[in-house]
């Protein structure tokens, strides 16, 4: 449980080349499967106009991209900082193991990554959030889940 340091060198390696070769900001990340590397990540977010591509969503699709899977189970991420809420959503739905860290929230908000802004964020009732968040045809919605739940394509995951 306690990690592989060989790991999060690699990931802190990453991190640290992606800033000098210009590619985006300091984050990388690695997923590791029975002690090998399945598959590397690095922040994408300038270079490929993509405001999700933060090291850890790019690993986990490169993992599952190299695993032919769309979980990582017993998978561990290795990621340069801590996840924000995004990549902490993605991780949890990736099914991954175990997640290790480098830098934390406070060390990304000195750099000026203000993750811990979302992590409040997501703790506020819809109707205190900055971005207005709101309800519309909630009935009509429903519709999908109803042909979900008869469908013969439905895969639970
Ligand atoms: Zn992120």
């Known amino acids: 449980m306690g990690g592989n340091p060989k790991f999060m060198q690699q990931a ?14 300091p984050f990388g ?3 590791v499967k029975d002690d090998v590397l399945i598959a590397t990540g ?6 490929s106009n993509d405001p999700t591509a933060h090291a850890e969503v790019v690993a986990i699709r490169n993992a599952c991209a190299a695993l032919g899977t769309f979980q990582l189970d017993g998978c561990d991420v290795y990621t340069s900082c801590e996840p924000c809420p995004m990549c902490l959503a993605a991780l949890y739905w990736s099914r991954c193991r175990t997640i290790y860290f ?12 203000d993750d811990s802004f979302l992590y409040s964020e997501v703790t506020k009732p819809l109707e ?8 519309l045809l909630p009935e009509e919605a429903l519709e999908s889940f109803h042909v979900w739940d008869s469908s013969p394509f439905k895969v639970n995951y």
């Open 12 to 25: 802190i390696q990453l991190a640290t080349e992606n800033v000098t070769s210009g590619r985006g900001g």
């Open 29 to 31: 990340a690695v997923v």
């Open 42 to 47: 690095s922040n994408q977010v300038t270079s």
């Open 102 to 113: 480098g830098n934390n929230r406070e060390d990304a908000a000195k750099a000026g990554f």
């Open 128 to 135: 205190e959030r900055t971005i207005p968040i709101l309800c």
